[in-house]
């Protein structure tokens, strides 16, 4: 039940994240475990992370949860120096992929996910960038600070809401509503348009 922002502009880039951590139990119920969870962590001084998804993972079936900020922290600590934002969401993701299938493994669930954004500015360059990483998934670039914008993640339903004005799922269900009524009267789904006769002169 997270929601993160990152605002990206030509001096700089934020981040912002909700602090409500939520469980689900093998039936389907959530469960409020925390309104004091951290869902951003630096990684350098120019380079940081803010996670959505899951957020604790078992190592072995002997030890307890990692939380995903002790991950990205083990992460910190090994990133080379001057690394560029790039190979930090690279080596981040890595790591994560690695914990996420040991958990697999540990826990036999298979349907485990997790993201996160890598943003920040490399040490030659006055541009920042913001990757977008997912488990399963890959590493892409998402925005950079020359085009200056807003990304949220997590869960988007409200934000979508509040920002644009309406929800995309909308779409969707419209365009499924649509083939679905011309399904059942057995023609094509595009609406008619107008009629216009040509009259004698």
């Known amino acids: 039940m997270t929601i993160t922002v990152c605002v990206l502009v030509q001096g700089g880039i934020v981040l912002a994240a909700d602090s409500r951590q939520v469980t689900k139990s093998p039936l389907g119920q959530l469960r409020v475990d925390s309104d004091n969870a951290d869902k951003i962590f630096q990684l350098s001084s120019h380079l940081a992370v803010s996670v959505y998804g899951q957020g604790f993972f078992y190592p072995s079936g002997d030890e307890s949860p990692q939380n995903i900020g002790t991950i990205v922290h083990s992460v910190a600590k090994h990133l080379p120096e001057n690394c560029t934002a790039a190979e930090a969401a ?3 993701h890595q790591k994560v992929t690695e ?5 697999r493994d ?6 485990v996910s997790v993201a996160f954004h ?12 913001l990757y977008h990483c997912e488990v399963p998934g890959g590493v892409a670039l ?3 600070t020359s085009d200056a914008g807003v990304v949220w993640s997590g869960q988007r339903e409200i934000v979508n809401r509040l920002i644009l004005g309406y929800d995309p799922r909308l779409l969707e269900l419209l365009t499924i509503s649509e083939d679905r009524t011309a399904a059942e009267q057995g023609g094509s789904h595009l609406l008619p348009g107008p009629c216009f006769a040509r009259e004698p002169i």
């Open 142 to 144: 998402e925005r950079q």
């Open 99 to 103: 914990d996420v299938e040991r958990h």
């Open 90 to 92: 690279a080596i981040v």
């Open 118 to 129: 890598v943003a920040g500015y490399d040490s030659n360059s006055d541009t920042g960038g």
């Open 106 to 111: 540990v826990t036999g669930v298979e349907q």
